[in-house]
């Protein structure tokens, strides 16, 4: 009994790993422009396929691909918002959401055309025994999604409290105009939260791929799952968005061991329907805070 | 027929409103005047149902409205302007007032989709209403132009041809004469008095002008700091010493009929 | 009704009866069906977009309830077909009511991500519930009125652009009505619309629950007409594909829907299919689109007609 249990959660911790990141990312680009950039899973979608083509279609080190799988993720999500999201003149919120959903529609359709419709994998990070918890069996890879998330969530906090690139970001967050008066350039900052949020999608996708593996249109229900994560935190909150994405991976994973397996896609959705009808502005988030916001 | 009882506001940790209290009786033009800040826009937003009170009531014709949410209380019979035109911009001066008969017609989906004779009837009366009430206000003249394109007197005369499409029993207009010219402001002066005489609607007005208040309004309250300060008829808030200390330093605000060094 | 828009409606219904009879070949009515199905999606999302400001990405969740529905009521349970798609609309209304409820009381993208998910479980659903699973199931009846079945692609091209141009009718009657008023008035002030008296949320909800039952019906006359349906049909790039009809034609016209509509799906018969490429292509068109003619086609037509005409005048 126990033991199936923990198994569950442990798998549902993994892949709530993932949405947290998703939801992170949603987090970043929205904090500094209000967007909700439903790009955002095509970026995990990016992470898992051009790791594989760096370290398995072209055996280059295991650091190496890496480095230049952030990068590639990196320049895409600067492409993004320089090419679509920069020239918008006036946008209003529709736009918005339209330009980003556009842009995932272009990203997906890349992937397929040069990835196919399979699904890819290639090896955990280390070989080895898998840990034994109470008759648990847990993968080594999966302590690597659970520690390299950890890993994002701390560096994140430190670099928005202690770099001066991170406090800007912030205060474009806050207040826009007042950010422009002490001479942060916002442009800017709403270029590096596109990179960045681009960045921690592609580490979660690097990370999960040995476990779940990684098909060009997994996109979009991750998308939606982060993006619960997200609302169920309170938008905006980096802490509820770990919270919500943990929540998200453990329900849906009790969902698919007890009940259905068909039927976890459909919790992150109910989820979603349950907290905006009783609860907007999120479980962690005062309501007044969803008051001052523009969106 | 309005009254406010013991409203708290605060706005995290700024408390814009404390202890409120006052009575608007039927068929007065009721002014609500205090320097910038002392909380009469907030005032109006509770009684529209815009904000929700820390504590307290507001009663409109013996029924407690402050949970009813803004659309729900406009259709008990309260209308209002707003300080910021909120006019539908891209709208022409008709259709802005023709909208404001929504609450009072029905056409739903499915008969106005079909043009069930019972809908053009409604839509010919909503027509013919709404020409009356802008001629009544003096903008028959403009009807089809695009709302945006009046001068600012005009888009906020049309703001309360839009609220009186509505049918209310009580007009809340905050700051109607702001950035109005003078002949402008004694335009306004009489329409805000045609309402209440021959419309018999009563009118809680947020104003700065003070000649304006003085000239037409029944009873004034003085806010400042979020707190009554002063309750009576234009000549006894005049005379109030305290009022001229709280309008001290803000003669601007003062011009006109009034001055703050008597 | 407006005098432009009863003369197009009038010009729609001369095209409709006269395509068969200068082309009968069933190549060209059969895309002409496509296009009348597609634009009746496509209808409903317009309103949506260009009159309450919200966006849909799940109008493939309610197309496919309206062809699956529509189609295991018809088959498995004997309904009449007319029947099971009137059954099929109000099961997507209701579906419609579900999401709208909770995402529409807030502003934003919450609609977007709702319908987004609503699209993805529902294809889900239909892969691994729906008879035949991902291989989908077929023998379905045509439709039919009084024991008479139709079954000519002539047939069928005239009952979809007739229910059409019946549609559209009704479309524009309703956004010139009323209820019309009060959207563009939303569009321009929420605040004031409540003020007013309007109930902004309600009336969002009911153009919402429109478009899922426009999408319904689309689904179930393309069921009846295929006669075989598979969960493919009805996956997040249908959704898209509207999406993209809509804003190629124009949101904020009516008549956008339709040519955007044709537009899009004949476009593919011309270049032969794009094979790999089609997401990808669709997704320029809508980036590109939304980037460089955020109008639209048809806007920017009477734009055209506007200058032309005052040219004219001015010649004059």
């Known amino acids: 009994m126990l033991t199936v249990f923990l198994q569950f959660l442990f798998s549902g911790l993994t892949v709530g790993a993932v949405y947290a990141l998703v939801a992170i990312g949603f987090n970043i680009t929205y904090n500094a422009t209000s967007i909700i950039n439903l790009a955002q899973g095509e970026f995990v979608v990016i992470g898992g396929l051009m790791m594989w083509f760096f370290s398995e279609s072209l055996k280059l080190p295991f650091f190496v691909s890496v480095a230049l799988t952030i990068l590639t993720a990196g320049i895409i999500g600067f492409l993004m918002e320089r090419l679509t999201i920069k020239p918008l003149k006036n946008p209003d919120l529709l736009l918005m959401i339209m330009i980003t959903i556009a842009v995932s529609i272009v990203l997906r359709g890349i992937l397929m055309f040069s990835f196919g419709k399979e699904p890819y994998v290639y090896p955990a990070f280390t070989e080895g025994e898998p840990v034994n918890i109470y008759g648990a069996i847990i993968q080594q890879q999966a302590l690597w999604v659970i520690g390299i998330t950890g890993f994002c969530i701390v560096l994140l906090f430190f670099f928005f409290k202690k770099t001066m690139l991170g406090k800007a970001m912030l205060a474009c967050s806050v207040h826009t105009t007042a950010a422009k008066l002490v001479g942060i350039n916002v442009s800017r900052m709403v270029m590096f939260s596109f990179i960045l949020s681009a960045i921690v999608g592609a580490i979660g996708g690097m990370a999960i791929t040995p476990i779940s593996l990684m098909e060009y249109d997994k996109g979009p229900m991750l998308a939606v799952k982060g993006f619960c994560a997200a609302i169920m935190g309170g938008i905006g909150s980096n802490r509820g968005a770990v919270l919500g994405g943990f929540l998200i991976g453990v329900l849906e994973s009790m969902t698919a061991g007890y009940i259905h397996s068909g039927s976890k896609d459909a919790v992150a959705l109910v989820i979603l329907l349950v907290i905006l009808f009783l609860k907007p502005s999120g479980l962690f988030v005062s309501k007044t805070t969803l008051d001052l916001r523009k969106f | ?262 | 009704m407006k005098k432009e828009d009863f003369l197009s409606l009038l010009i729609l219904v001369f095209f409709v009866v006269l395509l068969p009879v200068i082309s009968g070949n069933t190549y060209t009515l059969t895309v002409g069906i496509f296009s009348g199905i597609n634009a009746l999606v496509a209808i409903g999302l317009c309103i949506l977009m260009g009159y309450a400001g919200q966006v849909s990405l799940g109008q493939a969740g309610f197309y496919g309830i309206g062809a699956y529905v529509s189609s295991i009521l018809s088959v498995h349970m004997g309904f009449p077909v007319v029947i099971s798609t009137i059954l099929a609309m109000g099961i997507s209304a209701i579906a419609a009511v579900i999401l709208a409820v909770p995402a529409l009381r807030l502003k934003g993208h919450y609609l977007a991500v709702a319908t987004l998910g609503f699209g993805e479980i529902i294809y889900i659903i239909l892969n691994e519930w729906g008879p035949g699973g991902p291989s989908g199931f077929g023998d379905i009846p045509h439709f039919g009125f009084f024991g008479y079945a139709i079954d000519s692609t002539q047939g069928y091209f005239y009952l979809i652009w007739g229910i059409v141009a019946v549609i559209m009718f009704f479309s524009i009657n309703l956004i010139q009505s009323r209820t019309g008023r009060a959207l563009r008035a939303i569009h321009d002030s929420e605040m004031a619309c409540n003020a007013m008296g309007l109930n902004v949320t309600a009336i969002k909800i009911k153009v919402f629950i429109l478009s899922a039952v426009y999408a319904s019906l689309a689904g179930s006359l393309y069921a009846h007409y295929v006669t075989f349906i598979s969960p493919s049909s009805f996956s997040l790039f249908y959704s898209i594909l509207v999406l993209t009809m809509v804003i190629v034609g124009g949101i904020s016209n009516l008549w956008g829907a339709i040519i955007g509509a044709v537009v899009i799906t004949v476009l593919p018969e011309l270049l032969r299919k794009f094979e790999e490429l089609d997401v990808l292509v669709y997704g320029l068109i809508l980036t590109l689109s939304l980037m460089f003619f955020r109008k639209g086609l048809v806007p920017i037509l009477i734009d055209k007609i506007k200058k032309l005409r005052g040219f004219a005048f001015a010649k004059r």
């Open chain 2, 1 to 262: 027929m309005l009254s406010v009882k013991e409203i708290w506001k605060s706005f995290g940790g700024l408390i814009a409103l404390r202890n409120i209290s006052f009575d608007v009786e039927q068929g007065h033009i009721k002014a609500l005047i205090g320097p910038n800040g002392a909380g009469k826009t907030t005032l109006l937003n509770i009684v529209s149902g815009i904000h929700q009170p820390d504590k307290g009531e507001v009663m409109f014709s013996g029924e407690k409205i402050i949970r009813l949410g803004p659309s729900r209380i406009a259709r008990k019979g309260i209308s209002r302007t707003f300080q910021h035109v909120e006019l539908f911009g891209n709208m022409t001066v008709l259709e802005n007032i023709m909208v404001g008969r929504y609450a009072k017609t029905k056409a739903g989906f499915f008969s106005s989709g079909f043009k069930f004779p019972s809908v053009m009837r409604e839509e010919r009366e909503i027509q013919r209403k709404s020409e009356e009430i802008l001629n009544y206000i003096n903008l028959g003249h403009r009807k089809d132009e695009v709302a945006s394109n009046l001068p600012i007197g005009e888009q906020r005369i049309l703001e309360i041809g839009r609220a009186l499409a509505t049918g209310p029993r009580l007009i809340l207009l905050d700051e109607p004469a702001a950035g109005l010219n003078i002949k402008e402001t004694r335009d306004l002066g009489e329409i805000i008095r045609k309402i209440r005489d021959e419309l018999k609607i009563t009118v809680v007005l947020v104003e700065h002008d003070m000649d304006l208040v003085m000239r037409i309004s029944d009873s004034v309250t003085v806010l400042n700091f979020g707190e009554v300060i002063a309750e009576g008829t234009p000549l006894e808030i005049q005379k109030n010493p305290e009022v001229i200390v709280a309008y001290l330093g803000e003669e601007e605000e003062m011009q006109g009929g009034y001055s703050a060094h008597p």
